[in-house]
């Protein structure tokens, strides 16, 4: 019985933490995420949730790239610069170009 109670505690805790889970919280873990070496920038012409893909894989092969998250809705590209590495921003603007998509200007 005591199982059965803990276990039905566990599942209704997991139930409200992630029904709990907004944009904005996303938004919170992206602004920790700049503080850590992270950079924004503008990608104009994504215009479905599909044309994202290409973009994250052509900029995850830049060397000094970490992760890479592209947001079709907010033309955003985040970029996770591994820990003591140069990266430079013409790099990223080259792979926004070959995935045949405009860059804009780094926001952060």
Known sequence: ????????????TLFFCGVGCNSTEQDLVIESM???GTRVYEVFGMNCPGCHGGLE???KKISAVQEAEANWQKKQLVVIVRPEVELNDEAIY????????TPGKRIK
């Open 57 to 59: 894989k052509l900029v």
């Open 34 to 36: 700049e503080e850590s």
């Open 1 to 12: 019985m005591m199982r059965y109670a803990f276990f039905l505690l566990v599942l209704l």
């Open 94 to 101: 080259d792979a926004i170009r070959r995935a045949n998509f």
